[in-house]
């Protein structure tokens, strides 16, 4: 079973456009993670927020964290072919050690 | 620095073989985890390792088994391989003895088909 479910599954947007993805979990978590993935191949991290913080930027990305709706988003502005990627969000549930729990992934096309 | 690298890449084996995949973290990096990605069931946590000991555990049947080396280098051993462990298997290694406080950072991953 997964903690995280990303919505929407496939996104497909032009170029130069923004692209939001959410991100929802079922159990209270210590942090949340988003990752890139380009077609089959390893992940890479994008950034980590904590469950105190609400909002992180990171160059062209911004995550937002509502722990009360137990759900984050993923924005990406400005999107650029390269952006075309799976992306996954991932958690560590306050209880227990460091388990890792992916969400579902969004895949993200961007249309030149 | 060096990034994880994972051994082999592609890999074909037949029903009720073993194999064993190798995953060689950054270096100074004591974490190790692994992951198996599939179409129909995404990624799912297998185990992680730090400083040889298995610290957490995945919800895989005793078929998948892992080790931890002195030096940081881990490995996975499925046995009596079945059709539905076709897969990208993925390892990620973390600075730290706590993954999802640290980024982790993923290796290519080993493309296992079972026949």
């Known amino acids: 079973s997964q903690q995280g479910e990303e919505d929407p599954q496939a996104l497909s947007i032009q170029e130069g456009e923004n692209a939001t993805m959410n991100c929802s979990y079922k159990t209270s978590i210590n942090n949340l993670q988003w990752y890139r993935q380009n077609s089959g191949r390893g992940l890479v991290h994008l950034i980590l927020?904590?469950?105190?913080?609400r909002e992180k930027h990171s160059g062209r990305l911004r995550v937002t964290l509502d722990t009360s709706k137990k759900s984050s988003s993923l924005l990406i502005t400005a999107s650029r072919a390269a952006d075309t990627a799976s992306y996954f969000c991932a958690t560590e549930g306050v209880r227990g050690a460091s388990k890792i729990i992916f969400g579902s992934g969004t895949r993200l096309s961007i249309r030149p | 620095k060096a990034g994880v690298t994972q051994t082999p890449r592609y890999l074909i084996k037949t029903r009720g073989q073993q194999v064993t995949l190798s995953c060689s973290p950054i270096?100074?990096?004591?974490?190790v985890s692994w992951y198996q990605q599939t179409p129909g069931q995404g990624l799912q946590f297998l185990f992680e390792?730090?400083?040889?000991?298995?610290?957490n555990k995945g919800n895989f049947p005793g078929r998948f088994s892992g080790r931890q080396f002195s030096n940081s280098r881990s490995e996975m051993n499925v046995s009596t391989l079945e059709l539905g462990d076709s897969a990208l298997y993925l390892c990620?290694?973390?600075?730290?003895?706590?993954?999802?406080?640290?980024?982790?950072?993923f290796g290519p991953g080993t493309r296992l088909t079972v026949t």
């Open positions: 390792y730090f400083s040889e000991t298995q610290r």
């Open positions: 927020i904590r469950s105190n913080e």
């Open positions: 990620a290694s973390s600075l730290a003895g706590v993954p999802s406080s640290y980024e982790q950072y």
């Open positions: 270096s100074g990096h004591r974490s």
